[in-house]
């Protein structure tokens, strides 16, 4: 099959590169011509379109003559200066790839949407038939979640052939998401102290995530169907300890309360408003409020229905970090 692939350049999207080179699959990537990763891609030998999801014109020709699209482009942070940048690529973004597919008439889109964009359910944990959470914790979720929605309908009234899945939290080598920062942050003793230690996350290896979104693509008869992908829940605490472990780095033995750790995220992320610099230690009001409410879904639909075999989230750590260390010998 000739497979459309958006955001394939980062980390999630570069597991999957990787899977899918051999499989007989002809891969076409949407790639700006300012990623540093542009010339990358074009050495694996892939079929590279130049473009943004936020130009639907590049978008069409991209796609025309693709099979399969597989949407994976998304502002995923918890800060911006500009904070128009999560609607036009999250939500705009996505509605400029999935009318493509409906133009090309593609037969099958997977959508990859984020466990965030459930919000805090009643249900714990919470699977992929949950409501939605009263409240979404950040823009992110918010915008990933009307993406969400604006695909469905596309789905429920316009016939678009697709399918959604929600990663967990991902972990992994080569992430400089997030989490990875998080993990960065523990091994390299820029954590002043430990937050929320209690609050469970639901994790998951990329390598698990990119081998999903290509079952999800591969399996027959699955069109309106979700996948949450993601297996071990533990709390950030014990996170917290398997890094340590791993690499020998010391925790803080300071335990900062829940209602400091969101006023001063508050506070900081305010000034930042003004200033448009980042919140220092990366204090983000969206990512603290986040990481207080926690992660708790189950992912055994995926496990069932895909066959996955879910990596138990220690050698997610140890590949992590055993690929920052090559990294900084290299750069060193």
Known sequence: MKIFITGATGFIGTELLHQLKGTGHELFCLVRKSSPNFDKVKAMGINVAEGDVRDKASVLRGMEGCDWVVNLAALYSFWQADNGLYREINVEGTRNVMECALETKTSKVVHVSTV????????????????????????????????????????????????????????????????????????????????????PFTWVHVKDVAEGIIRALEKDGNIGEKYIIANEVITLGELNKMISAISGAELPKIQMPTWLALASASLLTGISRLTKKEPPLRMYIDQVRTMSKGIHADGSKAEKELGISYTPIRIALEEELSGRKVQLAEVE
Request: hydrophobic share 35%; proline share 8%; aromatic share 10%.
């Open 116 to 199: 965030v964009a459930f919000g805090k359910p009643e249900d714990a944990p919470f699977n992929e038939k949950s409501q939605v959470g009263p409240r979404l914790f950040s823009r992110y979720a918010k915008t990933k979640f009307e993406a969400g929605q604006l695909a469905r309908d596309m789905y429920e009234n316009r016939g678009l052939p697709l399918v959604v899945v929600y990663p967990g939290v991902v972990l992994g080598p080569g992430n400089q998401k997030t989490s990875g920062l998080y993990v960065s942050d523990v091994v390299n003793g820029r954590l002043p102290a430990q937050v929320f230690t209690n609050v």
